[in-house]
């Protein structure tokens, strides 16, 4: 839950016309829990940490082309490859053949550990460690 509404929040400040934007709090709370199945299949299903996950939601809302582009949780999930290869190759460039290694080590030990304080304070339940 915590992921999606952190996508939606970026989606209404990249587009503060949007219809997302609009929405009172309580309908982006919902919208977000319709949203929350996607991104627990992204992580139970098909593997990925939410560190990743939660790295991924703030690329693809900084990117120009992907903001516009992934509105939900459930097209974030459609299109991961696509995201992940295309995030990959700008780290290294276009081709590489360490693109998958770079997109690895982007993620620092200070990078979870801030994404881990700020679950302890947002969503206490989250944090494993």
Do not use: C
Request: charged share 30%; glycine share 6%.
């Amino acid at each position: 839950m915590v992921a999606a509404r952190r996508l939606l929040d970026l989606i209404a400040a990249n587009t503060p016309a949007s219809t997302l934007a609009r929405l009172s709090e309580r309908a982006k709370d919902d919208r977000a829990g319709k949203w929350a199945d996607a991104f627990r299949l992204l992580h139970e299903r098909d593997g990925h940490a939410w560190s990743d996950i939660t790295a991924m939601v703030e690329w693809v809302q900084a990117d120009p082309f992907w903001r516009q582009n992934i509105l939900s949780g459930d097209k974030l999930r459609e299109k991961w490859d696509q995201l992940a290869a295309k995030r990959a190759a700008e780290t290294k460039g276009a081709g590489s053949r360490y693109g998958r290694v770079a997109e690895v080590n982007l993620i620092t030990n200070d990078d979870i550990d801030a994404e881990e304080a700020w679950l302890r304070e947002h969503a206490p339940g989250m944090v494993a460690r």
